[in-house]
Nanobody, 118 residues
């Protein structure tokens, strides 16, 4: 069983930055693909960004390209989402998902709130 814990959310003004962290434990982190999703108020959960097990391949939603950067540190068992030039429409609960490449099991964190407001 993999435990996933997000952190780093908070309140930020438009144009500001935040860095979210996602810690995964209970499995070999280097066999987990990591993905960030978000759920804006009263909307469906949506894909934000993903990163491959070795960190060579990153994929982004069009809405965040050029502003957000996903990364990982396999030595620390953590993934990150650097969010720059934040906009009010980025306000959401951000979730991290780990997926093991061996059995395709998925593990979700509890989410962290990001609010972009002046």
């Amino acid at each position: 069983q993999v435990q996933v814990v997000e952190s780093g959310g908070g309140l930020v003004q438009p144009g500001g930055s935040l860095r979210l962290s996602c810690a995964a434990s209970g499995d070999d982190f280097s066999t987990l693909t990591m993905t960030w999703y978000r759920q804006p108020p009263e909307k469906e959960r949506e894909f934000v960004a993903s990163i491959s097990i070795g960190g060579a391949t990153m994929t982004y939603a069009d809405s965040v390209k050029g502003r957000f950067t996903i990364s990982r540190d396999n030595a620390k068992n953590e993934a990150y989402l650097q969010m720059n030039n934040l906009k009010p429409e980025d306000t959401a609960v951000y979730f991290c998902k780990a997926r093991d490449i061996d059995y395709n099991n998925e593990y979700w964190g509890q989410g962290t709130q990001v609010t972009v407001s002046s």
